[in-house]
């Protein structure tokens, strides 16, 4: 049994930028495409879980990204449990491009019943034969806490390419809403270099959503993304982004 999965990709030109950076979504994709692959050589992919109604759901996810891959180049995923709790099972990430390492990140999962959308304790699928490893981050991931007011930025509405097989809004997308509030001058001299997201609850076809935001002095953003009908909240998220050198 593999106790990691590393996978390699060649950045091609839908995954890039103007500048031939990587989006930052293409690297949600790509994590989550290595993580669904481990969890498959580990016997709790989806092709396990599915034949007993149940699915993984991603609840939380941090990045750390010190320089972003460019057009051509080979990006590196390397991805590990770091073990779980009654509810929700802990995964780690290390980023690499032509082996040289640039980022990290780390992420927690849970599985839901697909008719009930209900957590499952981690006892009734999981493997007890896999064994953790030790997490690159000093802590798991938990909660973001907003004690604070935010502030409506725009809304938009969940269209049918932002659904996945799972039959919500896919996680990647939240990060294009967050980067969707700031205009082209900002993104195209500024470099996401952190960010984490916390997600709450499913945002499905047809919703309409509003993105909120907090500025900080410490250049955090801060984010609260809600449904605009029933003001549920789905998401929440926190940004920090570096000012390119020319």
């Not at 460019?70 to 990430?93: A, E, Q, V």
């Not at 939240?174 to 470099?191: A, H, K, V």
């Amino acid at each position: 049994m593999n106790e990691f999965r590393t996978d390699s990709y060649e950045i091609n030109t839908y995954d890039v930028d103007l500048r031939g950076r990587l989006f930052p979504t293409r690297l949600m994709l790509l994590m989550q495409n290595t993580a669904w692959k481990h969890a498959e050589d580990l016997g709790i992919g989806y092709s396990h879980l599915i034949k007993k109604n149940l699915i993984w759901v991603l609840s939380r996810v941090r990045v750390e990204i010190d320089e972003y891959p460019l057009w051509n180049d080979i990006l590196t995923i390397k991805t590990f449990p770091i073990g779980c709790d009654n509810l929700m099972c802990y995964r780690d990430f290390l980023f690499f491009k032509n082996e040289l390492q640039i980022g990290k990140g780390t992420s927690a999962w849970f599985v839901i019943n697909i008719d009930e959308r209900r957590p499952q304790r981690v006892k009734s699928y999981y493997d007890n034969n896999i064994k953790p490893l030790p997490s690159i981050f000093k802590e798991r991931i938990g909660k973001l806490n907003l004690k604070f007011e935010t502030e409506p930025a725009f809304r938009t509405k969940v269209d049918f390419k932002s659904i996945d097989v799972n039959g919500h809004a896919n996680n990647a997308k939240y990060l294009d809403w967050i980067t969707d509030y700031y205009d082209s001058e900002f993104l195209t001299n500024n470099t996401l270099q952190e960010f984490e997201i916390n997600y709450i609850s499913e945002a499905v076809l047809n919703d309409e959503i509003e993105i909120q935001i907090k500025k900080e002095k410490d250049d955090h953003n801060y984010f609260l993304i809600k449904n605009r009908i029933t003001n549920k909240e789905i998401c929440r998220a926190k940004t920090l982004w570096r000012k390119d050198v020319k």
